[in-house]
């Protein structure tokens, strides 16, 4: 199938752990990072996208609509801080479904997960998958190293079942190259 254009939820793990440092500055701020090379790479692309950031830990927040505005993506990036203990990806992946319903028809929708791992809250992300495989949803993933090996086996499994891909990085020039491939992949 052809697509007229991509709808793309960035979600941004606020998590404590995001400020350990062993990814210099910490987590988060190369987390933000990524998030905005992903972004530049989805808008440099020809094909339309509408992009939405939320934040997530034990809870999810959006922080804007579907947009076509760079700046008012990374405008909202810039501001995102640590919001509290505990990860439930699910939290995420639940608010973003119900943002990318709003996706006109025709457009590939697609979810892009920016964490280190240590999801320990929610149902578990293969539960949340199964919505996202019967809606046409992918689900990718960006991650930090190391990620324990149970976690690493429900990404592989949530994002086979999505048709998505996931990359867990162990270097900050490599999680940013990651993140610039997830920026360059288009639809299947």
């Known amino acids: 199938m052809k697509f007229i254009g ?4 960035i979600g941004i793990d606020t998590s404590i752990s995001m400020l350990r440092r062993d990814f210099r500055p910490n987590r988060l701020e190369n987390a933000k990072r990524a998030a905005s090379i992903i972004s530049r790479e989805l808008m440099s692309r020809s094909m339309h996208t509408l992009i939405s950031v939320l934040v997530f830990y034990r809870y999810s927040f959006p922080l804007t609509d579907l947009t076509d505005k760079l700046n008012v993506i990374e405008d909202i990036i810039s501001q995102i801080k640590i919001m509290g ?6 939290n995420a992946i639940k608010d973003a479904y119900l943002i990318l319903r709003s996706v006109p028809p025709g457009y590939y929708k697609r979810i892009i997960l920016i964490t280190d791992g240590g999801f320990n809250e929610g149902v578990d992300i293969v539960t949340s998958a199964t919505l996202l495989a019967k809606s046409n949803i992918e689900l ?20 086979r079942m999505t048709n998505g891909v996931w990359f ?3 270097s900050v020039e490599e999680f940013f190259g990651n993140a610039s491939k997830l920026g360059e992949r288009y639809p299947d």
């Open 140 to 159: 990718d993933i960006l991650a930090f190293s190391p990620i324990p090996k149970k976690v690493k086996d429900m990404i592989d499994e949530a994002t």
């Open 85 to 90: 203990k505990a990860t439930a990806p699910s």
């Open 168 to 170: 867990e990085s162990t």
């Open 6 to 9: 991509e709808g793309v939820l």
